[in-house]
Structure formats: structure tokens, C-alpha cells
């Protein structure tokens, strides 16, 4: 009765918010990601204030990324062996504190470099423990025809909060100056805390309690004996390493090649994640898209071209346009590239394979690092068109090694 409803009211691309628990679920992701984007939209104007260096920007924001790539492991493994529920509680609370700290010193004026990174650090370290346990659990709250959609929803929930975060950051910035910002960046954490409470999820399949060690050899044997899962996994990296760290260079972009100021700012985050929204629908209006490899390389050949593109402009319009298209691209890569790891891997091992997907999608941190030293070197547009076309490469010999990619 439910599905009939949903398709005579023409919202089949709503058709998983069906299930109770998914929807929690979402409402807590929206809630998280707008302070996750409230966080880095204010945290990186403050550290271009702070400092202006490009080198610093890039550097806290290696310091969230850097605990995930050694820690996420272990958190794909807990996410195989605990309960995945309680582990999303304990991240949003650990998450909350350290940022109502951030804020509390920002609001009383002695906020310094060294507490940014310390406390990039902490909540980096809380991510890598907990994000495995959202992206496996997802398909135990769904029914398996629906997974392509929920996955697609939860882009879209990511890309709306990529619109809304930086919004309500840029009125925050005006209004209650930075340490306000902060604190509402804490209060979006905690109302996901209570949304995800509420979540009744069931019973999943979980690892046997073998050895660290010998559980997470495990995980890393099942990616190496499937080409498939192997080849997506690098090419996210590829992605995540040489074209995404321009989303945390986009205050030197605003300000150092725009001539913006903090609302010219936030208005690039937003176009970002009004594109991702765009992609977001898409992905999820498509359902179980029987062609989705050549979805996933057109749009990861469409972002790289397209940042091209915005690295040359210098016309902030034309810069809102090629924003808005790469967000676009940007959301259906990551709707699919994520349904298909889920699709492939069975249950038990969801956590671990998930840990390793978020360590691939954390190597911003690692190319933040580089494209900060590299625009304080050459500039930020040489920097990012040379990555770019790195990227490029990197998509198209993953299709030349694994020709299968264009039949999933």
C-alpha cells in the first residue's frame, strides 16, 4: 500500500524515506553534515585570518583527514563486531564537545593555530572510528531493491547540508562573529545524537571475534581478490587525493583569486552543494540504474574537467555556474560509487570494506597538504589544473585496467 502511494503521488524518488529507521537516519545525517560544513566553512576562514597561508589552510585540514587513514581500520572492524547504533551515538558526542570547546575559546578571543590543529586532530580520530558503522548499517535499514536509492538520498542529504551549512556559517560569521559559528556548528551534532537515539535498527550479520589483526587481514584479502571493489577503491582514491582537496583550498580561492570576501565565500560553498543537490535527485531519480559504470566515469571525468575550468576563471558568476556543475558531478560519482562498493560486499564485511572507502575518500587531507604547499609555490589555479589533469589519468587508467567497469 505504501509503494502504491508513493508512485501515484509521483515521489518514487523519495521511495526509501518508506522505511522508518532510514528516515532517522537521514535526519541525522542532514543534521551532522550541516555542522560538519558549518565547522569547515568558518574553521577555514578563521585559519586564513590567523594566518594567511595557504600552507595552514591546507595543513588543518590534513590534520582532521591524517587519524583516518591509519585509524579507519579499526573502525570498519568495530563496525563489524559492535553495535553500529551505539557507535553513531558515541561519534556525535565526541564530536559535539570538542567543537563547543573550539567555540568557547574563539568566543572569548584566545583562540590560537596550535588549538585548531589539536582539536582537528581529536575529532578527525572520532570520524575514523565512528563514520565506518553510518555507511554499513544503512543497508540493514532498507530493503535491497531500495539500497541504490538510499544511497542516492544519502548524497542528497550530504549535498543539501553542503547548501545549508555554508549558508547558515556565513550568516553566523556576520552575526555572532566565529565562536557563535562554532557553537552551532556543536548544536547540529548534538540534534543528530538524539534523531539517531531514536533509530531502532536491526539485528545485522556481524564478523567473528577472531583477531585484530587476522579480521581486518580479512577485509584486506576481500579487496584484493575482487578487481572490481579494488579498482573502484582506487579510483576514489585517485579522486579523493588530486581533485577534492580544492574544496579546502576555497577560502584562498575566494579571497586570493576572486577578490571575495567571507559571503563571496560562502556563496561558492553553496553553489557547490546546490550542484550536489542536483546530483543528488538525479542519482536517486534513477534508482537502480542499470548503467552505472558509465555514470560513474562520466561524472569523475566531468569534475575534473570542470575544475579545470573553475581554476582559470576569474569571473565570480562564471565561477557560481562551474561550481554548481561540479557539485553536480560530484554528488552522482559519490551516490554511485558507494552503492556499488555496498551491492558487492556481503554484510560481514561491509564495515571493514567501508572503512577502507573512507580512508580513499579522507586522502584530501594528504592532497590539502600538498596543494597548500604547491599554491604558496606556484598559485592555487597552477595547482589545481596540474592535479586535475592527474586526476584525469588516474580515472582513465582505472578504465583501461578493468574494462568490466563499463558494464556495471
Not at 528516515?23 to 560538519?36: C, E, H, I, K, Q
Not at 571575495?260 to 535527485?281: E, F, K, N, R
Request: glycine share 10%; net charge positive.
Amino acid at each position: 500500500m505504501k509503494n502504491a502511494l508513493v508512485n501515484i503521488r509521483g515521489i518514487q524518488i523519495f521511495r526509501s524515506l518508506r522505511h522508518r529507521n532510514y528516515r532517522l537516519l537521514l535526519g541525522g545525517s542532514v543534521m551532522a553534515s550541516s555542522g560538519y560544513w558549518i565547522l569547515i566553512t568558518a574553521q577555514g576562514w578563521l585559519v586564513l585570518q590567523l594566518t594567511d597561508s595557504a600552507f595552514w589552510v591546507g595543513l588543518i585540514a590534513f590534520s582532521v583527514g591524517i587519524p583516518s587513514l591509519f585509524l579507519c581500520p579499526f573502525g570498519g572492524l568495530y563496525a563489524d563486531r559492535l553495535d553500529r547504533r551505539k557507535m553513531m551515538l558515541f561519534g556525535q558526542i565526541a564530536t559535539a564537545l570538542p567543537i563547543f570547546l573550539l567555540a568557547t575559546l574563539a568566543f572569548t578571543g584566545v583562540i590560537e593555530i596550535w588549538h585548531i590543529a589539536v582539536l582537528s586532530v581529536l575529532i578527525g580520530t572520532v570520524w575514523a572510528f565512528t563514520d565506518p558503522a553510518y555507511l554499513a548499517i544503512i543497508p540493514s535499514l532498507v530493503t535491497p531493491d531500495d539500497l541504490m536509492n538510499a544511497m542516492a538520498m544519502d548524497t542528497l542529504a550530504w549535498q543539501l547540508s553542503r547548501f545549508i551549512g555554508p549558508a547558515i556559517a556565513g550568516v553566523l560569521m556576520g552575526l555572532v562573529a566565529m565562536g557563535g559559528t562554532f557553537y552551532g556548528a556543536g548544536i547540529a551534532f548534538a540534534v543528530a545524537f538524539l534523531l539517531i537515539f531514536l533509530i531502532r535498527a536491526p539485528t545485522t550479520i556481524t564478523a567473528k571475534q577472531a583477531s585484530i589483526v587476522k579480521d581486518i587481514r580479512e577485509g584486506l584479502s576481500y579487496i584484493r581478490s575482487n578487481k572490481i571493489a579494488l579498482t573502484l577503491l582506487l579510483m576514489v582514491s585517485g579522486v579523493a587525493l588530486f581533485a577534492l582537496p580544492c574544496f579546502w583550498l576555497m577560502p584562498v580561492f575566494a579571497r586570493d583569486v576572486l577578490g571575495l570576501g567571507a559571503t563571496g565565500y560562502s556563496q561558492l560553498m553553496m553553489a557547490i552543494g546546490a550542484g550536489g543537490l542536483v546530483g543528488g535527485i538525479t542519482a536517486a531519480k534513477l534508482g537502480d540504474f542499470k548503467r552505472k559504470g558509465w555514470l560513474m566515469i562520466g561524472s569523475a571525468l566531468t569534475f575534473t574537467g570542470m575544475l579545470i575550468l573553475f581554476a582559470m576563471s576569474r569571473y565570480f558568476p562564471l565561477s557560481l555556474v562551474l561550481a554548481v556543475v561540479i557539485g553536480v558531478a560530484n554528488g552522482l560519482f559519490q551516490a554511485v560509487i558507494i552503492a556499488l562498493l555496498l551491492s558487492i560486499t556481503p554484510d560481514q564485511l561491509r564495515g571493514r570494506v567501508m572503512g577502507l572507502f573512507i580512508i580513499s575518500w579522507q586522502l584530501p587531507s594528504i592532497g590539502s597538504l600538498m596543494l597548500g604547499a604547491a599554491t604558496d609555490w606556484v598559485g592555487l589555479p597552477v595547482a589545481v589544473i596540474a592535479g586535475s589533469l592527474i586526476c584525469t589519468v588516474f580515472i582513465l587508467g582505472a578504465i583501461l585496467r578493468l574494462p568490466a567497469l563499463r558494464q556495471l
